[in-house]
């Protein structure tokens, strides 16, 4: 098999892990210890890793930009599913997590200007649908509002992707991972005491767990998804994280024995069928512009043709040539 395959295998177990280990690491960190914790062992991981992968210094325009990528896509999401997971089980709230595309195409339309899809609209509602769906099978107020907060963690995801996409053109998604990781973790430094509280109380599978996010689904994660996404097309990058909640059902059942409601296991396939619909949006609409921008690139060539003609006839018919 080849490498790229591995490294997005590895991707899908690794970020489908992180959901049960965070139900784990809970238990004597809490929500902020076990996101600082995370954050810090993730971003000193990184920083070791930095200087051999060739990371250089952000540019000075780009900090704002990597300001917001650290505070949505690290501190916020982290925080918002911690909390989330201390009512929700894990293995739903990676079918929550899984919806943050409905999220990043809205976002992408209202602020970068894309076109949205048919596709795209009916993708977004049905996976919207999917999700209230998972929220409502919770079985109890605090169940819901857990799932909202989760809902509420893949929207900051949302706004990470859609951030970090002009500073890919520029920056390998290595690179941005770092500067986002480094920048959350210096948001969450106030909850810094919290973390070294649970290294003196907390029990050794949670420090375990909290470890192993922050070095594996964490650090790992993002290298190895760097690696395929650089290798392969984005649509089968993309594809293979729709494996990351089956996934992560599966090792929530064999690691803390959930069994997750029937409703929202169905809930969760419906908003993945709209998931997988707004990529085939968004896809259409990337082939669409790419055609446009080919479109005018020949009618340029076409002109320039026509002026370099117009030119030559005008001189063999000037008087004295």
């Not at 250089?56 to 650290?70: A, E, F, S, V």
Request: net charge positive.
């Amino acid at each position: 098999m080849p490498l790229r395959f591995l490294a997005l295998a590895a991707t899908v177990v690794l970020w489908a892990s992180a959901f049960p280990a965070i139900r784990v690491g809970l238990d004597g960190y809490g929500v902020a210890g076990l996101s600082f914790l995370r954050l810090a062992v993730a971003s000193l991981a990184l920083a070791l890793a930095a200087p051999l992968l060739g990371v250089r210094l952000p540019r000075r325009g780009d900090l704002p930009r990597i300001l917001l990528c650290g505070a949505a896509g690290m501190a916020a999401y982290q925080l918002l599913l911690n909390w989330g997971e201390v009512h929700v089980p894990a293995g739903t709230a990676s079918l929550l997590v899984s919806t943050a595309p409905v999220f990043s195409v809205l976002l992408a339309g209202t602020l970068l200007g894309e076109r949205l899809t048919r596709s795209t609209v009916l993708g977004s509602v049905i996976a919207i649908a999917g999700a209230a769906a998972i929220a409502l099978a919770g079985g109890s107020a605090q169940a819901s509002a857990g799932a909202l907060i989760v809902l509420a963690a893949a929207a900051v995801q949302g706004v990470y992707h859609v951030a970090t996409k002009p500073l890919l053109d520029h920056c390998t998604g290595f690179e941005v991972a770092c500067y986002a990781m480094w920048t959350g973790t210096l948001l969450l430094l106030p909850l810094a005491p919290s973390a070294l509280h649970g290294l003196a109380t907390a029990p050794a599978s949670a420090t375990g767990s909290a470890l192993y996010l922050g070095l594996l689904p964490s650090a790992l994660g993002f290298a190895t998804w760097g690696y395929a996404v650089a290798r392969t097309t984005v649509t089968t990058a993309t594809a293979a994280l729709y494996l990351v909640p089956p996934v992560a059902l599966v090792v929530a059942y064999v690691w803390l024995g959930e069994t997750p409601r029937p409703a929202a296991v169905l809930g969760g396939l419906v908003s993945i069928v709209g998931v997988v619909l707004i990529n085939r949006g968004g896809a259409r609409a990337r082939s669409e512009a790419r055609s446009a921008r080919s479109a005018e690139r020949l009618n340029g060539q076409f002109a320039e043709e026509l002026v370099t003609v117009a030119t030559a006839d005008s001189a063999q018919t000037r008087p004295g040539s």
